[in-house]
Protein backbone atom coordinates (compact mmCIF):
# COMPACT_ATOMS: atom_id res chain seq x y z
CA UNK A 1 0.00 0.00 0.00
CA UNK A 2 2.26 2.76 -1.56
CA UNK A 3 -0.87 5.46 -0.84
CA UNK A 4 0.29 5.16 2.97
CA UNK A 5 3.72 6.25 2.63
CA UNK A 6 3.68 9.35 1.36
CA UNK A 7 2.40 12.68 2.79
CA UNK A 8 0.38 13.15 0.29
CA UNK A 9 -1.92 9.87 0.67
CA UNK A 10 -1.67 10.23 4.62
CA UNK A 11 -3.55 13.56 4.05
CA UNK A 12 -5.62 12.21 1.56
CA UNK A 13 -6.82 9.24 4.08
CA UNK A 14 -6.87 11.65 6.97
CA UNK A 15 -9.44 14.02 5.20
CA UNK A 16 -11.62 11.34 3.84
CA UNK A 17 -11.69 9.93 7.70
CA UNK A 18 -12.84 13.68 8.85
CA UNK A 19 -15.51 13.96 6.28
CA UNK A 20 -16.61 9.90 7.23
CA UNK A 21 -16.72 11.40 10.48
CA UNK A 22 -18.49 15.01 10.02
CA UNK A 23 -21.03 13.61 7.67
CA UNK A 24 -22.06 10.34 10.11
CA UNK A 25 -22.29 12.88 13.02
CA UNK A 26 -24.42 15.32 10.83
CA UNK A 27 -27.19 12.14 9.73
CA UNK A 28 -27.05 11.49 13.78
CA UNK A 29 -27.81 14.89 14.89
CA UNK A 30 -30.11 16.15 11.21
CA UNK A 31 -32.30 12.78 11.43
CA UNK A 32 -34.36 12.91 14.39
CA UNK A 33 -35.24 16.30 12.62
CA UNK A 34 -35.80 15.30 9.46
CA UNK A 35 -37.84 12.28 10.34
CA UNK A 36 -40.24 14.96 12.47
CA UNK A 37 -40.67 16.92 9.98
CA UNK A 38 -42.01 13.97 7.32
CA UNK A 39 -43.96 12.75 9.69
CA UNK A 40 -45.13 16.21 10.56
CA UNK A 41 -46.50 16.22 6.59
CA UNK A 42 -47.89 12.43 7.08
CA UNK A 43 -51.71 11.84 7.62
CA UNK A 44 -52.81 9.12 11.00
CA UNK A 45 -52.69 5.63 8.04
CA UNK A 46 -49.17 6.89 7.16
CA UNK A 47 -48.13 7.38 10.64
CA UNK A 48 -49.57 4.33 12.61
CA UNK A 49 -48.71 1.85 10.29
CA UNK A 50 -47.77 -1.91 10.59
CA UNK A 51 -44.52 -1.43 8.13
CA UNK A 52 -42.37 1.89 8.55
CA UNK A 53 -43.54 4.41 6.12
CA UNK A 54 -40.54 6.69 5.85
CA UNK A 55 -41.94 8.98 3.19
CA UNK A 56 -45.57 10.31 3.64
CA UNK A 57 -47.64 9.06 0.54
CA UNK A 58 -50.02 11.63 1.09
CA UNK A 59 -48.59 15.17 2.10
CA UNK A 60 -50.84 17.19 4.48
CA UNK A 61 -50.61 20.39 6.48
CA UNK A 62 -53.68 19.24 8.60
CA UNK A 63 -51.42 18.74 11.71
CA UNK A 64 -49.72 22.75 11.37
CA UNK A 65 -53.62 23.36 11.15
CA UNK A 66 -54.37 21.43 14.36
CA UNK A 67 -51.40 22.97 16.37
CA UNK A 68 -52.84 26.13 15.56
CA UNK A 69 -56.15 25.71 16.75
CA UNK A 70 -56.07 22.99 19.18
CA UNK A 71 -53.02 24.03 21.65
CA UNK A 72 -53.84 27.62 21.72
CA UNK A 73 -50.56 28.45 19.63
CA UNK A 74 -50.42 32.37 19.39
CA UNK A 75 -50.28 32.59 23.44
CA UNK A 76 -48.07 29.96 24.24
CA UNK A 77 -45.64 31.22 21.42
CA UNK A 78 -46.10 34.87 22.92
CA UNK A 79 -45.55 33.64 26.33
CA UNK A 80 -42.27 31.09 25.66
CA UNK A 81 -40.96 34.58 23.98
CA UNK A 82 -41.82 37.07 26.43
CA UNK A 83 -40.12 34.68 29.19
CA UNK A 84 -37.26 34.09 26.99
CA UNK A 85 -36.70 37.88 26.30
CA UNK A 86 -36.73 38.76 30.28
CA UNK A 87 -34.65 36.38 31.10
CA UNK A 88 -32.19 36.93 29.12
CA UNK A 89 -32.53 40.47 29.35
CA UNK A 90 -31.89 40.35 33.19
CA UNK A 91 -29.08 38.32 32.54
CA UNK A 92 -27.42 40.67 30.60
CA UNK A 93 -27.89 43.67 32.71
CA UNK A 94 -26.85 41.83 36.43
CA UNK A 95 -24.79 39.30 34.76
CA UNK A 96 -22.38 41.66 32.84
CA UNK A 97 -21.94 44.34 36.21
CA UNK A 98 -21.26 40.65 37.94
CA UNK A 99 -18.78 39.37 35.29
CA UNK A 100 -16.97 42.77 35.26
CA UNK A 101 -16.49 42.61 39.03
CA UNK A 102 -15.66 39.61 38.96
CA UNK A 103 -13.09 39.91 35.87
CA UNK A 104 -11.56 43.69 37.06
CA UNK A 105 -12.30 44.02 41.13
CA UNK A 106 -10.26 42.51 43.77
CA UNK A 107 -12.36 41.68 46.48
CA UNK A 108 -12.40 39.27 49.98
CA UNK A 109 -13.89 36.04 48.98
CA UNK A 110 -14.28 36.96 45.39
CA UNK A 111 -13.07 32.88 44.60
CA UNK A 112 -15.29 31.48 46.68
CA UNK A 113 -18.50 33.69 45.50
CA UNK A 114 -17.22 32.58 41.99
CA UNK A 115 -17.20 28.93 43.27
CA UNK A 116 -20.70 29.09 44.76
CA UNK A 117 -22.02 30.12 41.74
CA UNK A 118 -20.75 26.94 40.04
CA UNK A 119 -22.23 24.92 42.72
CA UNK A 120 -26.04 26.35 41.55
CA UNK A 121 -25.35 25.02 38.32
CA UNK A 122 -24.24 21.52 39.74
CA UNK A 123 -28.03 20.88 41.80
CA UNK A 124 -30.40 19.18 39.67
CA UNK A 125 -33.86 21.67 39.27
CA UNK A 126 -35.92 19.01 40.85
CA UNK A 127 -34.47 19.75 43.90
CA UNK A 128 -34.92 23.62 44.33
CA UNK A 129 -38.49 23.27 42.94
CA UNK A 130 -40.33 23.17 45.72
CA UNK A 131 -38.49 25.58 47.89
CA UNK A 132 -38.54 28.17 44.36
CA UNK A 133 -42.07 27.24 44.57
CA UNK A 134 -42.60 28.45 48.03
CA UNK A 135 -40.77 31.34 47.63
CA UNK A 136 -42.56 32.33 44.50
CA UNK A 137 -45.98 32.17 46.15
CA UNK A 138 -45.16 34.37 48.99
CA UNK A 139 -44.58 37.01 46.65
CA UNK A 140 -47.09 36.68 44.46
CA UNK A 141 -45.15 35.53 41.24
CA UNK A 142 -46.31 32.08 40.81
CA UNK A 143 -48.38 31.21 36.83
CA UNK A 144 -46.76 34.75 35.82
CA UNK A 145 -44.56 34.97 32.95
CA UNK A 146 -42.14 37.28 34.95
CA UNK A 147 -41.96 34.99 38.14
CA UNK A 148 -41.17 32.11 35.56
CA UNK A 149 -38.72 34.38 34.04
CA UNK A 150 -37.03 35.23 37.27
CA UNK A 151 -36.94 31.32 38.42
CA UNK A 152 -35.17 31.03 34.66
CA UNK A 153 -32.98 33.62 36.07
CA UNK A 154 -31.69 31.64 39.29
CA UNK A 155 -30.00 28.83 37.18
CA UNK A 156 -29.04 30.44 33.71
CA UNK A 157 -27.70 33.51 35.59
CA UNK A 158 -24.40 31.66 37.25
CA UNK A 159 -24.03 30.26 33.77
CA UNK A 160 -23.34 33.58 31.88
CA UNK A 161 -21.47 35.21 34.66
CA UNK A 162 -19.14 32.04 34.04
CA UNK A 163 -19.06 32.78 29.98
CA UNK A 164 -19.29 36.32 29.97
CA UNK A 165 -16.35 36.48 32.56
CA UNK A 166 -13.77 34.83 30.27
CA UNK A 167 -14.12 37.12 27.71
CA UNK A 168 -13.55 40.02 30.19
CA UNK A 169 -10.73 38.68 31.16
CA UNK A 170 -9.21 38.55 27.36
CA UNK A 171 -10.18 42.28 27.43
CA UNK A 172 -6.73 44.70 27.46
CA UNK A 173 -6.81 46.01 30.41
CA UNK A 174 -4.71 49.05 29.24
CA UNK A 175 -7.66 50.60 27.26
CA UNK A 176 -9.62 50.56 30.08
CA UNK A 177 -7.09 52.67 32.03
CA UNK A 178 -6.58 54.64 29.16
CA UNK A 179 -10.41 56.30 29.17
CA UNK A 180 -9.78 56.13 33.39
CA UNK A 181 -7.03 58.04 32.82
CA UNK A 182 -9.09 59.85 30.34
CA UNK A 183 -12.14 60.85 33.16
CA UNK A 184 -14.32 58.05 32.53
CA UNK A 185 -15.80 56.20 35.18
CA UNK A 186 -15.65 52.48 35.80
CA UNK A 187 -19.12 51.68 34.86
CA UNK A 188 -18.62 54.46 31.72
CA UNK A 189 -15.24 52.38 30.82
CA UNK A 190 -16.86 49.21 30.99
CA UNK A 191 -20.01 50.18 28.69
CA UNK A 192 -17.66 52.13 26.28
CA UNK A 193 -14.35 49.77 25.92
CA UNK A 194 -15.20 46.54 27.75
CA UNK A 195 -18.58 45.46 26.30
CA UNK A 196 -17.86 46.55 22.80
CA UNK A 197 -14.81 44.31 22.73
CA UNK A 198 -16.16 41.50 24.17
CA UNK A 199 -20.06 42.20 22.05
CA UNK A 200 -19.78 38.50 20.03
CA UNK A 201 -19.14 36.79 23.78
CA UNK A 202 -21.86 39.05 24.85
CA UNK A 203 -24.28 37.63 21.53
CA UNK A 204 -22.78 33.80 22.45
CA UNK A 205 -23.49 34.08 25.99
CA UNK A 206 -27.11 35.55 25.27
CA UNK A 207 -28.05 33.09 22.95
CA UNK A 208 -27.13 30.21 25.36
CA UNK A 209 -29.15 31.57 28.03
CA UNK A 210 -31.99 31.99 25.36
CA UNK A 211 -32.09 28.62 23.98
CA UNK A 212 -31.81 27.40 27.49
CA UNK A 213 -34.75 29.76 28.39
CA UNK A 214 -36.86 29.01 25.56
CA UNK A 215 -36.76 24.86 25.99
CA UNK A 216 -36.94 25.21 29.88
CA UNK A 217 -39.81 22.23 31.16
CA UNK A 218 -39.57 21.57 35.13
CA UNK A 219 -39.95 24.95 36.08
CA UNK A 220 -42.34 26.19 33.31
CA UNK A 221 -44.63 23.06 34.56
CA UNK A 222 -44.47 23.40 38.17
CA UNK A 223 -44.80 27.33 38.34
CA UNK A 224 -47.81 27.96 35.79
CA UNK A 225 -51.15 26.96 35.74
CA UNK A 226 -53.11 28.36 33.52
CA UNK A 227 -52.71 29.61 29.04
CA UNK A 228 -51.81 33.26 29.91
CA UNK A 229 -48.07 32.64 31.43
CA UNK A 230 -48.10 28.69 30.18
CA UNK A 231 -44.70 28.51 27.92
CA UNK A 232 -45.09 26.44 24.59
CA UNK A 233 -43.13 23.44 25.94
CA UNK A 234 -45.70 22.86 28.49
CA UNK A 235 -48.62 23.47 26.11
CA UNK A 236 -46.77 20.99 23.68
CA UNK A 237 -46.70 17.99 26.63
CA UNK A 238 -50.38 18.48 27.59
CA UNK A 239 -51.48 17.68 24.22
CA UNK A 240 -50.73 13.71 24.82
CA UNK A 241 -53.55 12.91 26.72
CA UNK A 242 -54.46 9.82 28.72
CA UNK A 243 -55.39 7.67 25.47
CA UNK A 244 -54.39 9.33 22.58
CA UNK A 245 -50.92 10.25 21.17
CA UNK A 246 -51.05 12.53 18.53
CA UNK A 247 -47.93 12.03 17.00
CA UNK A 248 -48.55 14.40 13.75
CA UNK A 249 -49.36 17.32 15.46
CA UNK A 250 -46.77 16.77 18.26
CA UNK A 251 -43.93 16.45 15.66
CA UNK A 252 -45.07 19.86 13.86
CA UNK A 253 -45.54 21.15 17.28
CA UNK A 254 -41.22 20.15 17.60
CA UNK A 255 -40.77 21.81 14.04
CA UNK A 256 -42.53 24.83 14.78
CA UNK A 257 -40.69 25.21 18.72
CA UNK A 258 -37.60 25.22 16.78
CA UNK A 259 -38.32 27.77 13.52
CA UNK A 260 -37.40 30.90 16.49
CA UNK A 261 -34.00 29.14 17.41
CA UNK A 262 -33.02 28.72 13.89
CA UNK A 263 -34.34 32.03 13.25
CA UNK A 264 -32.00 33.53 16.09
CA UNK A 265 -29.04 31.64 15.19
CA UNK A 266 -29.12 32.83 11.25
CA UNK A 267 -29.56 36.34 12.54
CA UNK A 268 -26.52 35.90 15.14
CA UNK A 269 -24.44 33.05 13.61
CA UNK A 270 -21.43 35.23 12.64
CA UNK A 271 -20.43 36.95 16.05
CA UNK A 272 -21.72 33.94 17.98
CA UNK A 273 -19.28 31.46 16.04
CA UNK A 274 -16.67 34.69 16.62
CA UNK A 275 -17.22 34.70 20.31
CA UNK A 276 -16.71 31.09 20.48
CA UNK A 277 -13.97 30.84 18.41
CA UNK A 278 -12.50 34.00 20.55
CA UNK A 279 -13.05 32.72 24.01
CA UNK A 280 -11.72 29.21 22.87
CA UNK A 281 -8.09 30.77 21.78
CA UNK A 282 -7.84 33.75 24.22
CA UNK A 283 -9.51 32.06 27.32
Known amino acids: MTIFKTSRGRRLIADILTYAVLVTMTIFCLGPIVWMFLTSLKVEADIVTSQMQYIPRTITFQNYRAIWTQSNF?????????????????????????AYAFSRLSFRGRDRLMLSYLLVRMFPAVMVIIPLFVMMRT?????????????YTSFLLPLFVWMLKGFFDAAPKELESAARIDGSTRLGAMVRIILPLARNGLVASSVFIAIAAWNEFIFALMLTTGQGSRTWPVGLQLMVGEFQLPWGVLAAGGILSILPVVILFAIVQRAMVQGLTAGAVKG
Not at 139 to 151: Q, W
Open 139 to 151: VGLVDSRFGLALA
Open 74 to 98: PVLITNSLVVTTITVAICVLTGALA
